[in-house]
């Protein structure tokens, strides 16, 4: 072993000794630190603003043996301002603060009273992490809001102040910025939602729906977050539309109305139901009420998610049921710049043999249905191809992944490998089961303005299948979803 020292007013090392040579005798090892030596530099790294050094230098002092409650304030307060406030939270444990004040940032035009209501949050009652991350969870289901966020500020005390941040959206066409959105979004997707204030009160926002795919075309209204004492957020939408299909010459054609309500029931699980009626072009499910329910699990601090949408409608043969399971696992929470990051999604979706077309699964480049098939396109022709992945029973799966991204000017530009299986079976007619895996290469641009635009090419693997698809990076909103499902699908 080699080691150096720096001479006396020279600053140049001098070699003192080598394991191959005799030249002196060993030097004894450096006595291990001690937990209160560790503790002094963890403070110090905190006074330095150095915080995951400070929580790394805790760690090691527990780990020596030090107590863990003499650690823990130094800790939680790392850790809040390194920006990981649940996790500070957590690290109090049972000693966590209670609120002593809420204060609500940013509203115009929305009621801070019901701001507060939706949060959830209660004077007095002391802030854990289970409590804190529903509170941001709910707070994201506000339709008037473009961003919110959740603040807190510990004190002396063991009390906090709580802060509820809340950028209000704007008109949909009120600023440049709101306008480019708006038409990259329909660009790209063909189809566009966008939010008015409401002119009434009790009611968070006006919602107009708009899908103009060939072959596939709805719109629709909606009065969003309406209050009728429903606990969470309650959405009613009514709205036209048509699908149209291969080998068929008739178009399926209806009218809806639904309402919609769900929450967060916890930190990790939110609850949806829906009550829907519908007239429509398909004489079996026409003038008949139906049901819905939703449910998703998340885990892993958000990288992970299980969700459950399911439906009843009645129906002149036995009632129309469809069952969709999803799940979905990624590295990172969200998008995070110059880093590789990985994703995989899959699914089973089935449904029963009275249940009409509209309602049956499929999957394609993102446009007739959400589950990806990239080389094959489910909408061709102003039609659903019934030929490829589209049947009463499908199982889907797609993995990605992303390089480190790069700036480009209008946002961040990464490159992506991808994968897409399906398999469907119980199709229209007397065609069987049909099964594709594709793969290809991408690149993924995540604009300013909220939203990431992917471009792919990608290539059949079991039949030489090509095609080159344009879409947006879907996200795990459960209000956008659930809401999608009732008014397009």
């Not at 002196?24 to 006074?47: D, K, S, V």
């Given at each position: 072993m080699i080691r150096l020292r720096f001479a006396?007013?020279?600053?140049?090392?001098?070699?003192?000794?080598?394991?191959?040579?005799?030249?002196?005798?060993?030097?004894?090892?450096?006595?291990?630190?001690?937990?209160?030596?560790?503790?002094?530099?963890?403070?110090?790294?905190?006074?330095?603003?150095?915080?995951?050094?400070?929580?790394?230098g805790v760690d090691r002092a527990v780990g020596a043996g030090l107590d863990p409650a003499r650690t823990r304030d130094l800790r939680a307060g790392a850790l809040l301002l390194s920006g990981a406030p649940a996790a500070a939270l957590r690290t109090w444990g049972h000693d966590t603060p209670?609120?002593?004040?809420?204060?609500?940032?940013?509203?115009?035009?929305l009621d801070e009273r019901a701001v507060l209501a939706r949060a959830g949050l209660v004077v007095g009652a002391r802030l854990d992490a289970s409590t804190y991350v529903r509170a941001q969870r709910r707070l994201t289901g506000i339709p008037a809001a473009s961003a919110t966020a959740v603040r807190f500020h510990p004190r002396a005390d063991r009390t906090a102040e709580v802060e509820l941040v809340l950028a209000e959206r704007p008109r949909p066409l009120g600023s440049l910025g709101a306008a480019v959105t708006k038409l990259g979004e329909a660009l790209v997707r063909e189809q566009s939602t966008m939010h008015w204030p409401a002119p009434v009160p009790r009611v968070g926002a006006v919602r107009l729906d708009g899908r103009w795919s060939d072959g596939r075309r709805s719109a629709a209204l909606g009065l969003d977050d309406v209050g009728i004492g429903l606990p969470g957020r309650t959405d009613l939408s009514i709205g036209i539309g048509t699908e149209?299909?291969?080998?068929?010459?008739?178009?399926?054609?209806?009218?809806?109305?639904?309402l919609r309500t769900g929450d967060w029931v916890s930190e990790r699980t939110f609850l949806a139901g829906t009550v829907g009626w519908e007239q429509s072009t398909m004489?079996?499910?026409?003038?008949?009420?139906?049901?819905?329910?939703?449910?998703?699990?998340?885990?892993?601090?958000?990288?992970?998610?299980?969700?459950?949408?399911?439906?009843?409608?009645?129906s002149t043969d036995a009632p129309a049921q469809t069952v969709a399971v999803a799940m979905g696992v990624r590295t990172k929470r969200e998008f995070v710049p110059l880093e590789w990051q990985a994703a995989l999604e899959g699914g089973v979706e089935h449904a029963s043999a009275s249940t009409p077309r509209p309602l049956w699964p499929g999957a394609g480049v993102g446009r007739a249905r959400a589950p990806l098939l990239r080389a094959h396109?489910?909408?061709?022709?102003?039609?659903?191809?019934?030929?490829?992945?589209?049947?009463?029973?499908?199982v889907h799966a797609s993995g990605e992944l992303q390089s480190p991204s790069t700036w480009a000017g209008w946002g961040w530009m990464s490159g992506a490998l991808f994968i897409d299986a399906g398999r469907a079976a119980e199709r229209a007619g007397s065609l069987g089961p049909w099964t594709a895996v594709d793969a290809g290469t991408g690149f993924r641009f995540h604009t300013p303005f909220g939203w990431a635009?992917?471009?792919?090419?990608?290539?059949?693997?079991?039949?030489?299948?090509?095609?080159?698809?344009?879409?947006?990076?879907?996200?795990?909103?459960?209000?956008?979803?659930?809401?999608?499902?009732?008014?397009?699908?």
């Amino acid at each position: 072993m080699i080691r150096l020292r720096f001479a006396a007013g020279l600053g140049v090392p001098l070699l003192l000794g080598c394991a191959s040579s005799g030249g002196g005798p060993p030097t004894a090892p450096a006595p291990a630190e001690t937990p209160e030596q560790l503790l002094a530099q963890a403070r110090g790294h905190f006074e330095a603003g150095e915080w995951s050094l400070a929580i790394d230098g805790v760690d090691r002092a527990v780990g020596a043996g030090l107590d863990p409650a003499r650690t823990r304030d130094l800790r939680a307060g790392a850790l809040l301002l390194s920006g990981a406030p649940a996790a500070a939270l957590r690290t109090w444990g049972h000693d966590t603060p209670r609120i002593d004040v809420i204060r609500v940032r940013g509203t115009r035009s929305l009621d801070e009273r019901a701001v507060l209501a939706r949060a959830g949050l209660v004077v007095g009652a002391r802030l854990d992490a289970s409590t804190y991350v529903r509170a941001q969870r709910r707070l994201t289901g506000i339709p008037a809001a473009s961003a919110t966020a959740v603040r807190f500020h510990p004190r002396a005390d063991r009390t906090a102040e709580v802060e509820l941040v809340l950028a209000e959206r704007p008109r949909p066409l009120g600023s440049l910025g709101a306008a480019v959105t708006k038409l990259g979004e329909a660009l790209v997707r063909e189809q566009s939602t966008m939010h008015w204030p409401a002119p009434v009160p009790r009611v968070g926002a006006v919602r107009l729906d708009g899908r103009w795919s060939d072959g596939r075309r709805s719109a629709a209204l909606g009065l969003d977050d309406v209050g009728i004492g429903l606990p969470g957020r309650t959405d009613l939408s009514i709205g036209i539309g048509t699908e149209s299909y291969a080998d068929d010459v008739d178009q399926w054609s209806f009218t809806r109305i639904a309402l919609r309500t769900g929450d967060w029931v916890s930190e990790r699980t939110f609850l949806a139901g829906t009550v829907g009626w519908e007239q429509s072009t398909m004489p079996s499910v026409s003038g008949r009420p139906w049901l819905g329910v939703e449910s998703e699990l998340r885990a892993l601090d958000d990288r992970a998610r299980v969700s459950v949408q399911a439906s009843r409608r009645a129906s002149t043969d036995a009632p129309a049921q469809t069952v969709a399971v999803a799940m979905g696992v990624r590295t990172k929470r969200e998008f995070v710049p110059l880093e590789w990051q990985a994703a995989l999604e899959g699914g089973v979706e089935h449904a029963s043999a009275s249940t009409p077309r509209p309602l049956w699964p499929g999957a394609g480049v993102g446009r007739a249905r959400a589950p990806l098939l990239r080389a094959h396109p489910l909408l061709e022709g102003g039609a659903i191809r019934v030929d490829r992945a589209f049947g009463r029973l499908l199982v889907h799966a797609s993995g990605e992944l992303q390089s480190p991204s790069t700036w480009a000017g209008w946002g961040w530009m990464s490159g992506a490998l991808f994968i897409d299986a399906g398999r469907a079976a119980e199709r229209a007619g007397s065609l069987g089961p049909w099964t594709a895996v594709d793969a290809g290469t991408g690149f993924r641009f995540h604009t300013p303005f909220g939203w990431a635009l992917r471009v792919d090419g990608s290539v059949g693997l079991l039949d030489g299948e090509k095609a080159l698809s344009v879409g947006l990076l879907s996200r795990w909103n459960v209000w956008r979803s659930g809401l999608s499902r009732v008014v397009f699908h």
